[in-house]
Nanobody
Framework: QVQLVESGGGLVQPGGSLRLSCAAS????????MSWYRQPPRKERELVAT????????WYASAVKDRFTISRDNTKNTVYLQMNSLKPEDTAVYYC???????WGQGTQVTVSS
């Protein structure tokens, strides 16, 4: 059974940082591209970043490029999202997804507010 469990969300002030983690199980993690999405309040879910099986050639949405970094540890079956210089508009529920499937985590809330 595929499981994706996000953690690391919380309340942070503008300009602060958070590191999200997504622990995967139930499939061959190292053979899948992984991704992070977010859903801001009252908005559609949007793709934030993707990372290939080996960690090369990450892709970022323009809104987070140069502030967020996606990475993975295939020995720990975990994908990360380092978020720096956070802005109020980054407030959202953040989800990880096994790329190309309908496998999603339960989400973790990130709130950026002073």
């Amino acid at each position: 059974q595929v499981q994706l469990v996000e953690s690391g969300g919380g309340l942070v002030q503008p300009g602060g940082s958070l590191r999200l983690s997504c622990a995967a199980s139930g499939f061959a993690f190292r053979t899948y591209t992984m991704s992070w999405y977010r859903q801001p309040p009252r908005k559609e879910r949007e793709l934030v970043a993707t990372i290939s099986t080996t960690g090369g050639t990450p892709w970022y949405a323009s809104a987070v490029k140069d502030r967020f970094t996606i990475s993975r540890d295939n020995t720990k079956n975990t994908v990360y999202l380092q978020m720096n210089s956070l802005k109020p508009e980054d407030t959202a529920v953040y989800y990880c997804r096994r790329w190309g499937t309908n496998d999603w985590g339960q989400g973790t809330q990130v709130t950026v507010s002073s």
